[in-house]
Each structure stands twice: as C-alpha cells, then as structure tokens.
C-alpha cells in the first residue's frame, strides 16, 4: 500500500457499499421472479423499479461527490467506472424484469434460474467486497471468482440459446425470450466489469 501525506475522502467507501448492497437487494427480487405466476410479476417488477431508482440515487451521490471532493481515496476516473458499472448492473436487471412483465411471458425457459443464481451469488460477493476497498485486503479472490461466474454465465447464455433455437419455440417468442436473457447476460458481464475495475483500483493502490 503506497504511503499517503495527504487526507482522502471516505464517504466513497460507504456509499460503494450502500450501492452494492441494493443490488443484493436486486438479484433478490430476480430469485422472487422466478417463483412468482404471471399475475404476481407486476408487483415484483414496481420493487425492482424502486430499487433501480435508488441505485441511480446512489450513483448520482458518488458523482456529486466526485465532482465535489479536492482528494479521493483513488483515481478519479476509476470511481467513475466502478460507480457506472454498479449502476448498470442494476440497469439491466430491472430491464429484465420490466421484459418479462411487458411481454406477459408465461413460463421462463429452462436455464433462466441458473443465469440468476449466477447473477445472486455475484451480487453477495461485490457487496461483501466493497467494504474491503478502505484497506484493498482481500480482494484478490473476489475478482478471481466473479471472472469465474462471469464464464459460467456465459456457457449458461449459450445453452439457454441453443435451447431456444431448437424448433420447438414460435419465432415471435424466440425473439421475446432472447430479449431477456440476453440482458440477463449483459448483467453478468456488468458484475465483471466492477471485478476488473476493483482489480484496476487495486494493483494501482499496491
């Protein structure tokens, strides 16, 4: 850890973790979706449009604060990217609920759940992380098992789209449940951008 003679700004540290924690909050409401009947989707999906907002809440503060702060705790431009990444994992979750309430979708195609139990068990790790930027200790196995999750994610994506092009699917809902987890996929890459970008702020920091 390099040495500093100068003061820095810690607010960043909690409001990461404030914003990694609604995504816990997110992943949730997807495990809820799976379970829930058609007519209890709506009501699921106004809780993921609330949590959506406050994660931009979040975001909007770590940027006030940026724009604000003389010192941070670490380059600018890579709180910037690690507080975007956090927020468009949220992003596309909401959307992919919001999808599935638009589309009136009556059953999920099989995989879906193993895309959200990877998207869950990301969730837990960037929110057990965040708090671990103040020292930048025990962050190695964080990124190290989010770019896991991330390939696994992507070998569920692709088998969830060999399934949907089978033959058995009319091509209208192809197109519908495509939509959704292929967002459900932007979501997992988004869990590796933040794991890339604390690995960044991390070996800067060493």
Do not use: C
Not at 165 to 185: M, P, R, T
């Amino acid at each position: 850890m390099r040495f500093r003679l100068t003061p820095r700004e810690t607010s960043f540290y909690d409001m990461f973790a404030a914003s990694a924690d609604n995504i816990v909050t997110g992943s949730k409401l997807l495990m809820e979706l799976l379970g829930a009947d058609p007519a209890g989707r709506a009501e699921i999906a106004e809780r993921m449009r609330a949590a959506e907002h406050a994660g931009d809440d979040a975001t909007h503060a770590i940027f006030h604060q940026l724009n604000s702060s003389f010192i941070t705790p670490f380059d600018r431009e890579d709180i910037y990217n690690l507080a975007s990444s956090l927020d468009d994992i949220m992003d596309f979750m909401e959307e992919a609920v919001d999808l599935v309430v638009l589309y009136n979708v009556e059953e999920l195609p099989k995989g879906v759940e193993q895309q959200i139990e990877v998207l869950a068990r990301a969730a837990e790790l960037t929110a057990e992380a965040m708090p671990n930027l103040r020292t930048m200790a025990n962050l190695t196995e964080y990124w190290i098992e989010v770019n896991r999750l991330e390939n696994q994610a992507d070998q569920i994506h692709r088998k969830l789209l060999a399934h949907l092009f089978n033959g058995k699917y009319e091509a209208i809902e192809v197109l519908k449940l495509k939509q959704i987890v292929d967002v459900l996929e932007e979501a997992a890459d988004a869990f590796e951008h933040v794991a890339n970008t604390v690995e960044t702020i991390a070996v800067k920091e060493s």
